[in-house]
């Protein structure tokens, strides 16, 4: 038998390692990944969609931060589950926020009590139709974000900010300060 770096070859060609000369088992160890985060991939991909931190996940889970970074780097599959939660979580913010900018009625229902003639309580449910009007906020924000050409121009402000400048360009012409402005 020959030693080769660590293995041993017989002369019929195979090397092994000494374990497994020794009948020492064919499997490796399984790693931290595939025992406490591989079974686990569905539920952190639901933790983050929630809106979960890796603080969070982490502490759920019991795995260490710098696991889930360290695992985030070195697997695709674990990097994919928190990208497709982080992509799903902006798809519904988007679509919550445009909804906001565009305004939309909804249902509203109130149960009242009564009594009728003969005494009994009776619940009456009445159904609303109520409407959200539209968000100006909203609507900038969605424009700032996906129209290049749209300016947002809130004069209000800009007068605001230009009589700031200018009472400070008083005070200081009045206090002797020189304000190169």
Known sequence: MLRVRGLFCAKSGGCRTRRALRGGGGMARQSKYDTDI???LD???K???AGATVEEIAKAFGIAQSSIYKYKAEKQEFAEVFARGRARVVFDIKAALLKKALGYDYREQ???GKKDKDGENI??????TRHCPPSETAAAMLLRNYDKDWIDRDNASARLKQQELELKKEIA????FDLNV
Do not use: G
């Open 173 to 176: 012409k009045a206090n002797n």
């Open 38 to 40: 591989k079974p686990y």
């Open 47 to 49: 933790a983050v969609e």
């Open 123 to 128: 619940v009456l449910v009445e159904t609303y």
């Open 43 to 45: 539920d952190i991909r």
């Open 110 to 112: 109130k149960s009242v």
